[in-house]
Structures are given as structure tokens and as C-alpha cells.
């Protein structure tokens, strides 16, 4: 017995349903804006400076109680984090008011918290302060990195499909990534390097549902010649459905696994992507195709060739 999560030949009427959609992502867009405007992001220390200490053991760190030393120092935010070998952990510190004089007193404090808490032989192989004005390049590269990706995704969609379908996918990608800002803002959850990497994840992943969409649109628009284009969107959602649903519920379900176990480091991380299938999948559905009875679609898309097989294929069957 196959598993199914969405019923085979649904008629959901999606487009019907395409004016609520574009007021609540209206909505949603115009209080992400709002709240990043007023309330900010809680950057980390990969964009607001800080000291970065790389710290090696003769022995398996204990992770917890690592944790559990450094967490009581006032310094404010400080991550840990474990890399190569579980013999080797990389330390960041917020920035502390002052000059460079501050730094270094953060840095000792640090260091007497691990010699007194921690057993085993501490050795400090890279001590760096990251100061404003590397955090301004890492803002610069990480905005720079997400247009890039949604001008690439903008030229693919138009060589492959029409304007429409290009103007349609790139506003839906927009669409998710001001959400997943905005999301990130309102819950004051630290917004890292590791969270620009989850956005390019979620363009990537936002765009592949939407492709497959818009390929089953550009089919349908081939076969179904005088089928009015709200009915022909609404089929080729819904045949698309099962797959989208699917993929969707399978990537949620490793993803939620991942949230739950693994660990503090990668929280932030596997929460924008659950996010970004989420918001990623809607767009796709009620953003990307609807989108379409707008721009408006060319009835003669694909040359007679193809059009000659579709029809003999069908005549055949």
C-alpha cells in the first residue's frame, strides 16, 4: 500500500482562493518590512565584531560543561561551537564596550573560566578580535551573495520559461526571503552567517517547487489550448500536489529531527530552513502560479513540432 498525503486527482480551487493569498502575503510583507525597520535583527557576532578563540584539548571536550563556564562571566553572547575533531572548539564572544584593552580582558576571563572548570590541557591556537569594520564586509558579501542568487534565478527562469514565469518566480523568492527576515526579527532569534546560508538554501529550494509548477503550466498550456488559464493553473497545482506535499513533508520531517537533536550550534540554522519550506511551498502555490492570471501567459508556447507529438500522443491513447 502506497502512502499518500494528498488524494489522487484533487480539484482544490487554488486561484479562487488567490486574493486572500495576496492580502495575508501583503500583509505579512509590509510588517517584515516594518519590524526590520523598527525592531532590527539580533545579529550575531559574525555581523556586530568580536573575539574569535580557537581552543584545543588533549582529551574529548565536554561540550555542557564548557557551557556551563562560560555562561556565567557577563560578557553577554557567547557561542561554542565544534569543529574537526571533537578535541578542538571554536569560542565566540560579543564585543565589549570599550577599546582593545576590553577585548583582552574578556579573552583572560574567558581563559581562568576554562582552567578553572575544565580538566585537561588547554591549549590557545588562534585568538581574534573581529572588529566593525570586517562585520560592515560580511553584511556587504552576505547581501551581495542573495541578490546575486535572485538575478541568477531571474536570467534561468526567463531563458527557460517566458518573462512571466521569471517576473512571477523572482517575486515569490522575494516574498520568502522577507518573510524569513521578518520572522527572524519579530522572534529576536540571533541572525548569523549561518542564516544567510539557509536563505540561499531556501531560494534554491523555493525555486525548484516552482519550476516543476510552471513546467506542468507550460505542458498543460500546450495541451489544453482553450481551457480559460484560471482553470488550466488551478490543474496543473493540483497535479503537481502530491509531489510538492511530499517532497515538503519529507524535507520537514529530517529537518525537525535535526532541530531537535542536533544541538545549539545548527538550531538557528534548521529553523530558517523549516521555515523556508514552509513559507517556500505557499509562495510556490499561491504566489508563483496566481501570479501568472496577472502577467498573463502565451497560448502558442512551444513550437508545432511539439505540439504535432502532444496531439498524436493524445489521438493514440
Known amino acids: 500500500m502506497h502512502l499518500?498525503?494528498?488524494p489522487e486527482h484533487t480539484t482544490i480551487g487554488f486561484m479562487r482562493m488567490r486574493k486572500i493569498a495576496f492580502v495575508v502575503s501583503c500583509a505579512l510583507i509590509v510588517a517584515s518590512i516594518?519590524?526590520?525597520?523598527?525592531?532590527g535583527l539580533n545579529y550575531g557576532i559574525d555581523f556586530e565584531g568580536g573575539i574569535l578563540m580557537e581552543v584545543g584539548s588533549n582529551e574529548p571536550v565536554d561540550m555542557a560543561k564548557m557551557r556551563s563556564a562560560t555562561s556565567g562571566l557577563g560578557l553577554g553572547e557567547i557561542a561554542l561551537q565544534e569543529f574537526g575533531r571533537n578535541t578542538e572548539v571554536l569560542i565566540?564572544?560579543?564585543?565589549?564596550?570599550?577599546?582593545?584593552s576590553a577585548q583582552q580582558i574578556a579573552v583572560d576571563k574567558v581563559k581562568k573560566a576554562l582552567a578553572d572548570n575544565?580538566?585537561?590541557t588547554l591549549s590557545y591556537r588562534r585568538v581574534e578580535f573581529v572588529g566593525p569594520k570586517v562585520s560592515a564586509e560580511l553584511v556587504e558579501a552576505g547581501t551581495l551573495a542573495m541578490l546575486l542568487a535572485v538575478t541568477a534565478m531571474l536570467i534561468?527562469?526567463?531563458?527557460?520559461?517566458e518573462w512571466q514565469f521569471s517576473i512571477g518566480a523572482v517575486i515569490a523568492l522575494v516574498h520568502d526571503v522577507i518573510l524569513t527576515i521578518g520572522v527572524f526579527s519579530i522572534l529576536g532569534l540571533e541572525f548569523n552567517l549561518s542564516i544567510i546560508a539557509a536563505i540561499l538554501t531556501i531560494i534554491g529550494y523555493s525555486m525548484n517547487d516552482t519550476v516543476v509548477i510552471y513546467d506542468r503550466v507550460r505542458e498543460n498550456l500546450r495541451k489544453f489550448r482553450t481551457m480559460p488559464l484560471s482553470d488550466l493553473l488551478d490543474r496543473s497545482v493540483n497535479e503537481t500536489l502530491a509531489r510538492t506535499a511530499m517532497t515538503s513533508a519529507t524535507t520537514l520531517l529530517a529537518l525537525i529531527t535535526l532541530y531537535l537533536f542536533?544541538?545549539?550550534?545548527?538550531r538557528g540554522f534548521t529553523f530558517a530552513?523549516?521555515?523556508g519550506v514552509?513559507?517556500?511551498t505557499y509562495s510556490s502555490i499561491f504566489v508563483a502560479g496566481p501570479l501568472l492570471l496577472y502577467f498573463g501567459v502565451r497560448r502558442n508556447d512551444g513550437d508545432d513540432e511539439a505540439d504535432d507529438k502532444v496531439e498524436a500522443i493524445e489521438s493514440a491513447s
Open 278 to 280: 514552509v513559507v517556500g
Open 273 to 275: 530552513m523549516m521555515w
Open 4 to 6: 499518500r498525503l494528498v
Open 262 to 266: 542536533g544541538g545549539e550550534v545548527i
Open 92 to 100: 565566540r564572544v560579543e564585543r565589549q564596550p570599550g577599546d582593545s
Open 156 to 161: 534561468y527562469i526567463w531563458f527557460r520559461f
Open 118 to 120: 575544565i580538566g585537561g
Open 34 to 39: 516594518g519590524l526590520y525597520f523598527g525592531k
